[in-house]
């Protein structure tokens, strides 16, 4: 499964930006899905992951302003981001996994693919 991010940029707090993830390869409809980012200095933290029945799942730090969704038919995630802070500067990683269950779906190791990653630059 191959993974290619894209949406990054530069944008104002405040402001929005919608990430894409299109999976190729050999890719199964129960493969979850979901994103991680991190900032310079830190460690690469959870985002946002959608399961296999649909469930999403959010870090506390961006409840309420991001949304994840996925369209199977494309084999494709989306991250919608509003409300776009400072704290949110960091490179985006959209991810997959074939053996991601819930206790796990917000570890970094649970997955087994990634994507190279694309910039968000909040500016205050």
């Known amino acids: 499964v191959q993974l290619q991010a894209s949406g990054g940029g530069l944008v104002q707090a405040g402001g929005s930006l919608r990430l894409s993830c299109a999976a190729s390869?050999?890719?199964?409809?129960?493969?979850?899905m979901g994103w991680f980012r991190q900032a310079p200095g830190k460690e690469r933290e959870f985002v946002a992951a959608?399961?296999?029945?649909?469930?999403?799942y959010y870090a506390d730090s961006v409840k309420g302003r991001f949304t994840i969704s996925r369209d199977s038919a494309k084999s494709a995630v989306y991250l919608q981001m509003t409300s776009l802070k400072p704290d949110d500067t960091a490179i985006y990683y959209c991810?997959?996994?074939?053996?991601?269950?819930?206790?796990?779906?917000?570890?970094?190791?649970?997955?087994?693919?990634w994507g190279q990653g694309t910039q968000v630059t909040v500016s205050s």
């Open positions: 991810a997959a996994g074939n053996s991601v269950i819930i206790t796990t779906i917000r570890s970094a190791s649970a997955y087994d693919y």
């Open positions: 959608r399961g296999r029945s649909g469930s999403t």
């Open positions: 390869g050999r890719t199964f409809s129960s493969i979850v």
